[in-house]
């Protein structure tokens, strides 16, 4: 079994910050990419930002320059820092991870989902 749980999201005035954590926990033999995504009402989810297990990140143009993504090796925790917020931001913002749980060759990862948490940019 393998948990992935948010934390940080909430209320912030445009141009505002906030700071998104993800924790992965379970049995886990290795974290692939990690990465966020979010689903404004009545919109597709779509990426925000992905990070693989060497480090290279991947931002949407829209967040590019005000979003920032990385993670915690020690900790299985992923972080989206999100700076100079645009009401556009508004959305429910969701972890991923690719992990491998089992130790059998060839290695299968899988799509791991966290439960959501409501990001709001009031204008």
């Known amino acids: 079994q393998v948990q992935l749980v948010e934390s940080g999201g909430g209320l912030v005035q445009a141009g505002g910050s906030l700071r998104l954590s993800c924790v992965a926990s379970g049995s886990i033999l290795r974290i692939n990419d990690m990465g966020w995504y979010r689903q404004a009402p009545g919109k597709q989810r779509e990426l925000v930002a992905s990070i693989t297990s060497g480090g290279s990140t991947n931002y949407a143009d829209s967040v590019k320059g005000r979003f920032s993504i990385s993670r915690d090796y020690t900790k299985n925790t992923v972080y989206l820092q999100m700076n100079s917020m645009k009401p556009e931001d508004t959305a429910v913002y969701y972890c991923?991870?690719?992990?491998?749980?089992?130790?059998?060759?060839?290695?299968?990862?899988?799509?791991?989902w966290g439960q959501g948490t409501q990001v709001t940019v009031s204008s």
């Open positions: 991923n991870a690719k992990i491998i749980t089992t130790p059998r060759f060839p290695w299968k990862e899988d799509d791991y």
